[in-house]
């Protein structure tokens, strides 16, 4: 079987030094808010090139405590995709704001930018650029849009650690950044964990109060706040991957690369990277005709692929609540009936890609 994902083998590849980050927070014994979580926030503010990076309990809740930091609350709009995670929305919907959605680039899967000014009322408060499988949003043309309607910009980074625009990492563009470590994200932990990156000190002080609580110092609540806390054994081990993610962001883009080179059917669109990104390739997703019949001929052929994702937001059950109707938001619609994700992940080896990539070529005879 060639998974979509493994990682085991990356754990063996450095099993040595996480086994022993592990073991120091045991024989510290200090396991919520202590040593580790401060370095890790240091060392990634530092990695993204921001001022603080805040750590939380997921990506969900870095999205979501940006969004009450940021002051957005009941009767809001913040306006994103239909095509991302449904955490996205989660997050704008557990701050009490309506999400508000604008389509999609065909070409990359990305916020279209020429959508955004007319979805803007006098309620929107928020733009979530979200930085999809790995490649950036076109951030200059939406933080023009935000600076002429004063919106505040959180950028979903949870795919895309380490991808840059114009040479600038995500998560230091916005106002706030929100990464995810769920663990198959290029940088993922062992577990659930997030981030929050911005260059405000204001907001640094307003999130760490909000994660924990509320609490200014301890057992003394400023603010009403939330649990959101990113743990000591997570960090340890974010610690080590840190070190190594812009190497394995390297072993991705060579795979997308030898994949690019190797599916040579005509009947298969494959990624585009933009000019103004560098994509780290958290996922590599192509689209064609007959989806689920090559879906089905690859497992078949102890291929693992999957569907990122198949239903958009706007079409979910659980939104119903907000009128939003089938039909409404094509291209994100168009592009859920014919992508499929293909197995992606820095140890993924030549002889596994080549295999792939014939197996793809020969079900639509070249």
């Known amino acids: ?38 370095s890790f926030e240091r060392e990634f503010a530092s990695y993204i090139n921001t001022s603080y990076a805040v750590g939380v309990g997921s990506g969900t809740e870095a999205i979501h405590l940006s969004l009450v930091a940021a002051g957005v609350g009941n009767s809001d709009e913040v306006i994103t995709v239909p095509n991302t995670a449904v955490f996205t929305i989660s997050a704008i919907t557990f701050s009490g704001a309506k999400p508000i959605l604008v389509d999609i680039d065909e070409n990359n899967f990305l916020m279209n930018v020429s959508n955004i000014e007319k979805a803007i009322t006098n309620k929107t408060k ?16 939406i933080m023009a849009i935000a600076k002429k309607y ?21 998560g230091s563009i916005g106002d706030f950044g929100a990464f995810s470590f769920y663990p198959s994200k290029n940088l993922g932990c062992y577990g659930d964990g997030g981030m929050i990156t911005t260059n405000n000190p204001d907001m640094a002080i307003k999130l760490r109060m909000l994660r924990n609580g509320g609490q200014e110092k301890r057992y003394y609540h400023k603010i009403k706040g939330f649990n959101s806390r990113l743990d000591e054994i997570q960090a340890a081990v974010l610690r080590v991957k840190l070190k190594y993610l812009d190497k394995w962001n390297d072993m991705r883009r060579k795979n997308a690369k030898l994949y690019d080179t190797l599916i040579t059917s005509g009947k298969i669109i494959k990624p585009k990277e933009m000019p103004y990104c560098t994509h780290v390739y958290h996922l590599y997703v192509i689209k064609t005709e007959k989806r689920d019949e090559l879906s089905n001929y690859l497992k078949e052929k102890g291929i693992q692929t999957l569907i990122h994702y198949p ?18 938001y094509a291209a994100a619609e168009n592009c859920a009936k014919h992508i499929l994700s293909l197995p992606m992940f820095p140890e993924l080896s030549e002889s596994e890609i080549e295999t792939v990539a014939e197996a793809l070529n020969n079900y639509y005879g070249m």
């Open 1 to 38: 079987m060639i998974p979509i994902s493994d990682i085991k083998r990356q754990y063996d590849s450095i099993k040595k030094e996480i086994d022993e980050a592990i073991s120091e927070v045991f024989k510290e014994s200090w396991f919520i808010l202590g040593k580790q979580n401060e």
């Open 126 to 141: 928020a733009i979530i650029p979200v930085h999809l499988y790995g490649q950036c949003a076109d951030m200059d043309a």
């Open 150 to 170: 004063k919106l505040m910009v959180i950028e979903d980074a949870c795919q895309a650690h380490g991808a840059e625009y114009k040479g600038k990492k995500v």
């Open 311 to 328: 239903v958009p937001v706007h079409m979910q059950e659980a939104y119903n609540d907000l009128n939003m109707k089938k039909g409404q």
